[in-house]
C-alpha cells in the first residue's frame, strides 16, 4: 500500500472516532525541545511531579516506547462546553466537567488502531494520553496542528485552546505533515490574567505558582501567599484559557461523555462542604476530578473560600 494511502486511511479513522483534527510526524528524537525541558527541570518548575524527571530519553524520543516506531499521529478533541457552571458556585475546569477524558480518548485510539490494523495490515502501536512519557503538544506542533501559546498550550486559529491531545505511535511509515506558524504575536493576555504569575514567560509555566498544579498535584497545605488569589478555583484553573483571544472561536463539543455533570454544574459552596465523602464518591465516579481526592478537594475548598 502506498504511503498517501495509508495516511489518508488514517486520518479517516481519526475522524470517524470523532476527534476534531489530525496530524502525522515521522518519529524521531526531539532535539528542539531536549533544551527547553532539561532547563524547565532544573529550575525546579516541574514543582512535586517528581515523575516528570523520569524516562527523560524516552520523553524525547518515542522510539524507545514503541520499538521500531516510524511515525505519530496526534488528534485532538474537543472539550468546550455547551452549558458550563453557574456564576456563583466555585470553579472547576472546563475539561474536567464529563468523564474522565483518559478513558475518552484512549478508547477512540484504541479503535483508531483497531481499524488501522484491519485496514492497511500488520501494524505495532500504542496511543497515549496524558498518561505517559509523551510530549504530545510538541508532536501535535510538529504535525501541524497548531502552534505552542504563550500559556504553553497549542493553539489554533480555527478552535482556539479547549482540547484534549492524544498521541498515537506506530510502525508505519506515513506522509509527514508540516507545522503551523505562531500567532500569538505581541499579545499577552494570558501572562497578563494569570493571578498569581505563572507564566514566568512566554511559553513557560512555572508549576509552583499554577492554580491547576496547586488544586491537583499539590498535596501539602496551600501557599497562604495565594490565599487571595484563586478566583474561586477548586479544581484546575481555565482563566489563560478563558482570556486567550483565539478561543472566541471555540465551539461546543459534541462528545456526550464529556458532558457537565449536574453536581459540577450547579453545586454551590454550601453544597461541597456538605458533601460527605461517600457521596463524593458516589457524584465523582468516572471523573477526573477523583484525581484530587476527597480531601485534596475539600482543602481547595475551604482554602479558596476563605480568600474570598
Known amino acids: 500500500m502506498l504511503i498517501s494511502q495509508a495516511s489518508r486511511i488514517v486520518k479517516a479513522l481519526a475522524l470517524e472516532q470523532g476527534f476534531d483534527s489530525c496530524g502525522i510526524s515521522k518519529a524521531g528524537f526531539l532535539e528542539e525541545e531536549a533544551t527547553g525541558l532539561e532547563k524547565w527541570l532544573e529550575k525546579g ?7 516528570m524527571e523520569n524516562h527523560f530519553d524516552a520523553r524525547l524520543d518515542p522510539r524507545k516506547l514503541v520499538p521500531g516506531a516510524k511515525s505519530v499521529i496526534s ?3 474537543n472539550y468546550f462546553p455547551e452549558i458550563e457552571q453557574d456564576l456563583n458556585t466555585p470553579k472547576i475546569s472546563k475539561y474536567a466537567y464529563g468523564r474522565d477524558y483518559h478513558k475518552v480518548v484512549r478508547g477512540k485510539l484504541k479503535r483508531m488502531l483497531n481499524g488501522i490494523q484491519a485496514q492497511i495490515g500488520q501494524v505495532e502501536g500504542r496511543g497515549f494520553v496524558d498518561s505517559a512519557p509523551v510530549m504530545d503538544r510538541a508532536w501535535a506542533r510538529k504535525s501541524g496542528l497548531g502552534w505552542i501559546g ?7 486559529k480555527k478552535s482556539g485552546s479547549f482540547f484534549f491531545i492524544g498521541a498515537l505511535i506506530l510502525d508505519l511509515e506515513l506522509e509527514e505533515d508540516g507545522a503551523t506558524t505562531d500567532h500569538c504575536g505581541t499579545c499577552t493576555a494570558c501572562l497578563d490574567a494569570c493571578p498569581t504569575q505563572a507564566i514566568v514567560s512566554p511559553t513557560v509555566v512555572d508549576s509552583n505558582k499554577c492554580i491547576s498544579y496547586l488544586t491537583i498535584e499539590y498535596k501539602k497545605e496551600l501557599p497562604q501567599e495565594y490565599q487571595n488569589k484563586m478566583e474561586d478555583w477548586i479544581y484546575g484553573c481555565d482563566i489563560c484559557q ?3 483571544p483565539w478561543n472566541k472561536f471555540s465551539k461546543p463539543h459534541n462528545e456526550p461523555d464529556l458532558n457537565i455533570r449536574p453536581a459540577v454544574q450547579s453545586n454551590d459552596w454550601e453544597d461541597w462542604e456538605e458533601v460527605t465523602h461517600e457521596l463524593w464518591e458516589e457524584i465523582m465516579k468516572g471523573s477526573p476530578i477523583r484525581r484530587a481526592g476527597y480531601e485534596g478537594f475539600k482543602k481547595n475548598l475551604s482554602f479558596s473560600k476563605k480568600g474570598k
Open 45 to 51: 518548575y516541574h514543582g512535586d511531579m517528581s515523575w
Open 75 to 77: 488528534v485532538t478533541l
Open 150 to 156: 504563550k500559556h504553553s498550550l497549542l493553539l489554533t
Open 242 to 244: 478563558d482570556v486567550c
